[in-house]
C-alpha cells in the first residue's frame, strides 16, 4: 500500500476546506469498506485521505416537511434497522440488508455506496425508484442533484472533487403506492449483483388502473437505468397481466447488460424481465391488489 497523508475532520466546514483545491490527489472515505480495498491492491494512488466519520452533520435519519432525510454517513445497518425507513421506505432497507455481509453494513454507508458509482451498487436502484435526492455541498455552494442524474460512467459521478454528499432526501410515497426491490446474485447472499433493480408504484384501487410507475435497473447497462418507456407503457393502464408482461418486454430491450464471470448478457436480459413482473406482483400484493383476480 502507498504512503499517503490521512486526515480526520470533525466538522463538513472543516472537510469542505480540505477538499477546496485540486493540488493534490484526494479520496473521502467514511466506511472505507470499497477504499481499502482499491488502495491495498494498488488500483488507487491518493496523496490524501479524508475520513468523514465522526461528522455528526450528516449521520442520522429523520422524517420532516414530507421527506425522509438520511445522511451520507448513515450506515447500511442503521438504514436496515430505521424505523422511519422500515415504514415509509421498506424496499430501501431491504436493499441496505441486501449488501455484502453484517461486518460491511456495520461498516459501509449509503454516501459510500451511492459514491461509488458501481452499475451493481444495491441501495441505488431503489432510491432512484423513490426519487431520492442528493443534497451536495462544497465551501462554495450547496446544491441538490436527484439520483438518477448522478451517474456518467462505471465509478464516475457528476460530484466534483472539491464536493461531497452531505444527505439523501427521499419524498414521503404517496398513498395508495408500494414498491419492490429485488437482486439476483450467484449466492443467496454476499454476493455481487447479477441484476438487480426497483420498481415503485401508484394505484387508483377502484379504478384499478396505474396512475404512477418507476422502473429501475442495475447491473445492465454501465449507469443505474431508469426506464420510463415500460413505466409509460403502465401508466393509465389496467392493472392486468397483459399490460404488465408488456412493459416486461420493454424493459429486455432497453437494457445493455454485458457477459462477464457472472452471467452472459443474455441470460441478463431474460432474468432482468422476470424480476420486474415479480416485483410488480409484490407491490401490488403490498396495495391489497387481489392479484388472482387480475391475473398476476
Do not use: W
Not at 485521505?49 to 442503521?78: R, V, W
Amino acid at each position: 500500500m502507498a504512503k499517503f497523508k490521512y486526515l480526520k475532520p470533525n466538522t463538513l466546514q472543516e472537510a469542505l476546506d480540505l477538499l477546496k483545491g485540486n493540488e493534490s490527489d484526494k479520496k473521502v472515505i467514511s466506511g472505507g469498506t470499497d477504499i481499502m480495498v482499491q488502495l491495498r491492491n494498488y488500483k488507487i494512488d491518493p496523496d490524501i485521505i479524508i475520513e468523514i466519520s465522526e461528522i455528526e452533520s450528516i449521520k442520522g435519519i429523520d422524517k420532516k416537511d414530507g421527506f425522509i432525510t438520511i445522511g451520507a454517513a448513515a450506515t447500511l445497518t442503521e438504514i436496515t434497522e430505521s424505523d422511519i425507513v422500515k415504514r415509509y421506505c421498506p424496499m430501501l432497507a431491504k436493499a441496505a440488508a441486501s449488501v455484502g455481509a453484517t461486518q460491511i453494513r456495520n461498516r459501509g454507508t449509503i454516501g459510500g455506496n451511492v459514491c461509488n458509482a458501481s452499475p451493481a451498487a444495491d441501495t441505488v436502484p431503489a432510491l432512484v425508484a423513490l426519487g431520492a435526492v442528493a443534497t451536495v455541498a462544497s465551501v462554495e455552494q450547496e446544491r441538490k442533484v436527484p439520483l438518477e442524474e448522478l451517474y456518467v460512467g462505471v465509478g464516475r459521478t457528476a460530484i466534483g472533487s472539491n464536493e461531497l454528499i452531505t444527505y439523501i432526501s427521499i419524498p414521503q410515497p404517496a398513498e395508495n403506492s408500494a414498491g419492490s426491490f429485488f437482486k439476483l446474485g450467484k449466492r443467496k447472499a454476499q454476493a455481487i449483483s447479477i441484476v438487480n433493480g426497483a420498481v415503485y408504484i401508484g394505484v387508483n384501487a377502484a379504478e384499478r388502473k396505474f396512475t404512477d410507475v418507476h422502473v429501475v435497473m442495475g447491473s445492465v447497462a454501465p449507469t443505474v437505468l431508469r426506464i420510463r418507456e415500460a413505466e409509460e407503457s403502465l401508466i393509465g393502464k389496467s392493472i392486468n397481466r397483459q399490460n404488465i408482461e408488456n412493459a416486461a418486454e420493454i424493459v429486455r430491450s432497453k437494457i445493455n447488460p454485458i457477459s462477464d464471470v457472472r452471467a452472459t448478457a443474455e441470460y441478463r436480459k431474460d432474468v432482468s424481465g422476470n424480476l420486474f413482473i415479480q416485483a410488480m406482483s409484490d407491490s401490488l400484493e403490498q396495495l391489497g391488489v387481489d392479484v388472482s383476480i387480475e391475473g398476476i
